[in-house]
């Protein structure tokens, strides 16, 4: 259907009836339109992955055997040669112009790992990889993986620590840094591109939840136990990567809506995403009391879902994004009982978790 511009109509109703935070939403929506949010920490921001910065997924794998052959059971590996071949993905390029889906456009971005070559080219190398959730490794790989310039067993935990935080201010993404890993995961899940949607015809992002999809056959959880094992996480970590995926669904559904231009299948879809993820911050803001959660719940009340609403849409965001690194910073998850309960049981999982050596 062709999308007709709005201005003030609402994609998904009027707010949700019964809304426990209706009163602050209305100040805070009048805070927003001030400008009075502070600038996010540039980790908070997204960014595509700097080809000319990728190693690839065969440097990774020298030490990550495991995992690199968890890796290749997945659809993320799998997708480099399914993709260009799969009719549904064609019929979507054929519509946005592009000629192959592995080397030109929006495809790139989310369904392949690219790398600039020494003669300046750059071409895809794999599908998802191991620098699509923990960033090009050109930076950091080194500091990363050579024990401070020791053995395993010989390096010391204060060289081990300062490697770690080496690795990180050169731009590595560890399993500890829940939000950004998080982001990096909605940044293709939303699907947050607007033309790829209302013409192109792709759906309107996957039904990705973090702990789902984490937890199935992407789980590669064997490094701190050499291979013996791929471990699920623990009860602590499953609160975490609940709350924070919903917090950043919900940012994530705000800014891909403040960048919709019309009222067709992308913005519907969004605002839908919106009120449904506002829906599940309130439960845990209601069942844990955490001031983060709360902030994140109240500002999804302000959120008025129409296209007139760009500035405000994207500035809510940015609030919503300031509470969950603040509330993932803080907790370790052992206070966060309240929120076992919404948690996915194991058969939802996405796909079989590989066993070691199988």
Same mark, same amino acid.
């Given at each position: 259907?062709?999308?007709?511009?709005?201005?003030?109509?609402?994609?998904?109703?009027?707010?949700?009836?019964?809304?426990?935070?209706?009163?602050?939403?209305?100040?805070?929506?009048?805070?927003?339109?001030?400008?009075?949010?502070?600038?996010?920490?540039?980790?908070?921001?997204?960014?595509?992955?700097?080809?000319?910065?990728?190693?690839?997924?065969?440097?990774?794998?020298?030490?990550?055997?495991?995992?690199?052959?968890?890796?290749?059971?997945?659809?993320?590996?799998?997708?480099?040669?399914?993709?260009?071949?799969?009719?549904?993905?064609?019929?979507?390029?054929?519509?946005?112009?592009?000629?192959?889906?592995?080397?030109?456009?929006?495809?790139?971005?989310?369904?392949?790992?690219?790398?600039?070559?020494?003669?300046?080219?750059?071409?895809?190398?794999?599908?998802?990889?191991?620098?699509?959730?923990?960033?090009?490794?050109?930076?950091?790989?080194?500091?990363?993986?050579?024990?401070?310039?020791?053995?395993?067993?010989?390096?010391?935990?204060?060289?081990?620590?300062?490697?770690?935080?080496?690795?990180?201010?050169?731009?590595?993404?560890?399993?500890?840094?829940?939000?950004?890993?998080?982001?990096?995961?909605?940044?293709?899940?939303?699907?947050?591109?607007?033309?790829?949607?209302?013409?192109?015809?792709?759906?309107?992002?996957?039904?990705?939840?973090?702990?789902?999809?984490?937890?199935?056959?992407?789980?590669?959880?064997?490094?701190?136990?050499?291979?013996?094992?791929?471990?699920?996480?623990?009860?602590?970590?499953?609160?975490?990567?609940?709350?924070?995926?919903?917090?950043?669904?919900?940012?994530?559904?705000?800014?891909?809506?403040?960048?919709?231009?019309?009222?067709?299948?992308?913005?519907?879809?969004?605002?839908?995403?919106?009120?449904? $993820? =506002? !829906?599940?911050?309130?439960?845990?803001?209601?069942?844990?009391?955490?001031? @983060? +959660? *709360?902030?994140? %719940?109240?500002? #999804?009340?302000? $959120? =008025? !879902?129409?296209?007139?609403?760009?500035?405000?849409?994207?500035?809510?965001? @940015? +609030? *919503?994004?300031? %509470?969950?690194? #603040?509330?993932?910073?803080?907790?370790?998850?052992?206070?966060?009982?309240?929120?076992?309960?919404?948690?996915?049981?194991?058969?939802?999982?996405?796909?079989?978790?590989?066993?070691?050596?199988?």
């Amino acid at each position: 259907m062709q999308g007709t511009r709005h201005q003030g109509i609402p994609f998904a109703g009027a707010p949700l009836a019964g809304a426990p935070f209706a009163g602050a939403g209305r100040s805070l929506a009048a805070g927003l339109a001030l400008g009075l949010l502070l600038a996010l920490p540039e980790a908070a921001q997204a960014r595509a992955p700097d080809p000319a910065k990728v190693v690839g997924a065969t440097e990774c794998a020298e030490c990550h055997k495991e995992e690199t052959e968890t890796w290749k059971k997945t659809r993320h590996y799998k997708t480099f040669k399914e993709l260009p071949r799969n009719k549904e993905a064609r019929k979507i390029g054929k519509a946005l112009g592009l000629r192959r889906v592995r080397s030109e456009g929006l495809c790139l971005t989310c369904h392949f790992s690219s790398k600039t070559e020494d003669n300046g080219k750059t071409k895809p190398i794999a599908g998802i990889s191991c620098e699509s959730c923990h960033s090009p490794a050109k930076d950091w790989v080194k500091r990363h993986s050579k024990y401070s310039g020791k053995k395993k067993e010989t390096e010391t935990p204060e060289e081990a620590k300062q490697r770690w935080i080496d690795a990180e201010a050169a731009g590595m993404i560890r399993p500890s840094m829940i939000y950004t890993l998080t982001k990096n995961c909605y940044g293709c899940h939303i699907v947050p591109e607007e033309k790829l949607v209302n013409k192109g015809g792709h759906p309107a992002g996957s039904p990705f939840e973090l702990v789902r999809w984490s937890q199935g056959e992407i789980r590669h959880n064997t490094w701190h136990n050499s291979g013996k094992e791929n471990r699920p996480l623990s009860p602590e970590r499953l609160r975490l990567f609940y709350a924070v995926g919903v917090a950043v669904e919900l940012e994530s559904a705000l800014r891909a809506l403040s960048k919709a231009t019309e009222k067709d299948r992308f913005a519907v879809t969004m605002a839908k995403r919106v009120q449904i $993820a =506002r !829906l599940r911050a309130r439960r845990l803001a209601r069942a844990t009391k955490d001031p @983060d +959660l *709360v902030k994140i %719940a109240r500002a #999804a009340s302000a $959120a =008025r !879902l129409t296209l007139a609403e760009a500035k405000s849409l994207a500035g809510i965001a @940015d +609030l *919503v994004a300031k %509470a969950a690194q #603040a509330f993932a910073e803080k907790h370790d998850g052992s206070k966060l009982a309240a929120i076992d309960r919404f948690l996915p049981d194991n058969k939802q999982h996405k796909g079989k978790t590989r066993t070691p050596g199988s």
